[in-house]
């Protein structure tokens, strides 16, 4: 299996809390990106990473905040969460940038009460 | 804007019966068409780049078809262990900030496949 793996793959908060997803790669990818998945909707781009320190932001950012300090590690905060940010968050790698999203995590199941 | 629709939403096949899934779409300057198969519970696992009409994929029982305005994930003989839900996305000419690849996602196909 690729080494690419999500904490914590379920978390259940309340409605206002900070939350943060992890993201941890070992394939030394340049580009990381998060995706949500919802009913009805296709995955949908929240943020993204070219770099260290280089990120951007998807279709569907708002209310979304991203870091990355190191290659391996893509963090994802919800700042305040609502019960619409209630999902399945998917970390993704890409090497090059170029083509299909190589590796998905496994997803991390998020409700927010 | 770069859109997918996959039809049908869910498929039931008796194991042994071949059938197709599409995936039409509509985007600027289509650079690769990707087909992923999702298990539940699980992230997407890459199956199949396209870049041009005419070309196709086989893995298996799989078989993926590009035309200009849409492809096809054939399925020949189909057994249990293919039921998934398999998605289909698009890369388009419109990239991201730092040569990211913006790829636009369909909503899926479900697939059972029963003994």
């Known amino acids: 299996d690729a080494g690419i793996t999500q904490s914590p793959r379920h978390k259940v908060t309340e409605t206002g809390t900070p939350v943060t997803l992890r993201c941890h790669q070992t394939e030394n990818h340049r580009y990381m990106y998060w995706y949500r998945q919802d009913p009805g909707h296709g995955l949908r781009l929240i943020h993204y990473?070219?770099?260290?320190?280089?990120?951007d932001k998807g279709e569907v950012s708002d209310g979304y905040s991203v870091s990355r300090s190191k290659t391996e590690d893509f963090l994802l905060t919800l700042e305040s969460a609502t019960s619409s940010q209630t999902s399945v968050y998917f970390c993704?790698?890409?090497?090059?940038?170029?083509?299909?999203?190589?590796?998905f995590g496994p997803g991390t199941r998020l409700t927010v009460t | 804007e770069d859109q997918v629709t996959q039809s049908p939403e869910a498929l039931r096949l008796q194991e042994g019966e071949s059938s197709s899934l599409n995936c039409s779409y509509t985007v600027s300057g289509l650079r690769g068409l990707f087909w992923y198969r999702q298990d539940p519970g699980k992230g997407p696992e890459f199956l199949f780049t396209l870049y041009s009409a005419g070309e196709e994929k086989e893995k298996e029982r799989l078989k993926a078809t590009l035309t200009k305005k849409e492809s096809f994930l054939h399925i020949t003989a189909p057994k249990p262990e293919d039921s998934a839900t398999y998605l289909c996305a698009v890369w388009g000419r419109r990239g991201l900030t730092g040569g990211g690849n913006k790829l636009t996602f369909g909503t899926g196909t479900q697939l059972k496949v029963e003994l």
């Open positions: 990473s070219y770099g260290v320190k280089d990120t």
């Open positions: 993704a790698i890409s090497e090059s940038g170029q083509g299909a999203m190589e590796y």
